[in-house]
Each structure stands twice: as C-alpha cells, then as structure tokens.
C-alpha cells in the first residue's frame, strides 16, 4: 500500500513560503507597472497575490486592493509589508483557494502575475473567472511564464504554458466587448532562489472591457 503523502494546495504553497523568510523579490512586476501606471485608480483584485509586492505596489498609487491567495503563510508577509509601506488600510487580504472561485462584484483592475502552480490548479478557470471580474471600462493584466524557470524544483514537463496570444483566444479577448490592448512575449533577466540567473519569456496580456 503507497502511504505516501501527498499534500494538498493549501499545505504545498504554505510549505513553500515557510521553507524561506521571503520567496519573491519584494519588487512589483516591471510589465504590470509599466500597463497599469497610467490608468486611475480604483478598486482593483490580485488574483495569487503571494508575498504582495504587486498589490502593495497598486495601493501605494491609489487603489483599493483585495489581495487573494491559497497560502496564509504568504498573506501573513504580504500584511507586514504592507503595513510597513503605510499602505495596511488600503488592502484587503484573503485567504482562499481560486480554484472554485466566482467574482460576487467587479473590480476596475484585475490582475494575476505569474499564477502557476506545479500542483493542481485550474489556471485557464480562474482566469475566466477574473474575466467575469473585470467591470466595465475595467482592466484585466496576466503575466505569466511561457516555459518554467530552470531552478523551478517542481516542474512537470506536460503542463502546457500559453503564449499570450493564445490566453486572449481561449479567454475571449477579441470579442467584440474587449479590447485587447497588449498580446506580446517579453525577455527578462530574473534571478532564481540562489541567486541564478537565466533570461526568462513572460506572456503579457492587457485588456480592457468596453464600457457598452
Ligand atoms: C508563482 S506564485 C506568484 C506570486 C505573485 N503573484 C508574484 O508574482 O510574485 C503563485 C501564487 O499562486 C498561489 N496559488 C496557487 N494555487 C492557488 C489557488 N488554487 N488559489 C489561490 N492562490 C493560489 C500560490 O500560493 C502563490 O502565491
């Protein structure tokens, strides 16, 4: 009889995040930052918002954040951070698995950076979701990785990582209620958990939803 344990999402991304003080640089996305500077703030959502450097980044300009994420441990940073940031009453964070997740409200921007799990995780769903998310004249941002980083402990070989222009087509972003405002792939110099380095293609994915 196979006893092993396999442990679920919730208990895998806690184990992660205490493996280390901090997993993530701290530092918000270069692309989210250079898609969504120039648009006012509202209330925006971060969908696996970990360590909080994306949403801290947006109440620091003026949002309204409800971070959200599977790892208490992660959220538990991402408060402390923000309180040392000033920013502790401008976001809202959430514990809850995004897998079963369907929007009550609409939010202005919602973002989800790098939501990849080597372990069960139904990306494509959720994404639909936050499409559903976004309110009208709203803004949806995803930025993800194309192929996973080469100290990446737990990658599979099958999971299939979609170039942005295929999410816009499976998210139905060329409807006609949507504007697809960037579909590109983009090389960035990342530094891995022990200081490696390696050349990295993010897919990046701006849209916005027609206000009528
Ligand atoms: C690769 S990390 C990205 C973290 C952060 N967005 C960033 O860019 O640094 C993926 C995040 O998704 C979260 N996550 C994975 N599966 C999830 C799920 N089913 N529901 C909610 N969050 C999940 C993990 O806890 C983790 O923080």
Not at 63 to 71: A, L, P, Q
Not at 105 to 111: F, G, I
Not at 177 to 185: A, G, Q
């Amino acid at each position: 009889m196979n006893t092993e344990h396999k442990p679920g999402p919730s208990e895998f991304w806690d184990e992660f995040y205490s493996e280390r003080q901090r997993v993530w640089s701290g530092k918000p996305n270069g692309a989210l930052m250079r898609e969504v500077s120039m648009i006012s703030p509202g209330r925006a959502i971060d969908l696996g918002c970990g360590e909080g450097a994306d949403a801290i980044w947006l109440a620091e300009r003026g949002w309204t954040v409800t971070g959200v994420d599977i790892s208490a441990v992660a959220l538990g940073r991402a408060a402390a951070h923000a309180a040392e940031a000033g920013v502790a009453d401008r976001v809202t964070w959430l514990v809850s698995d995004l897998a079963e997740w369907e929007p009550e409200q609409t939010y202005d921007l919602v973002t989800a950076s790098f939501l990849h799990s080597p372990i069960e995780m139904p990306r494509e769903r959720i994404l639909l979701a936050a499409t559903r998310a976004v309110a009208p004249g709203g803004t949806l941002f995803v930025v993800g990785h194309t192929a996973f980083p080469p100290w990446a402990r737990h990658a599979h070989d099958d999971a299939h990582m979609p170039s942005a222009d295929e999410l816009a087509a499976s998210l139905g972003l060329r409807a006609a209620d949507w504007e697809l405002e960037t579909s590109t792939s983009e090389g960035r110099e990342a530094t891995g958990p022990e200081g490696q380095t390696a050349v990295l293609t993010d897919a990046v994915l701006t849209a916005r939803r027609l206000a009528s």
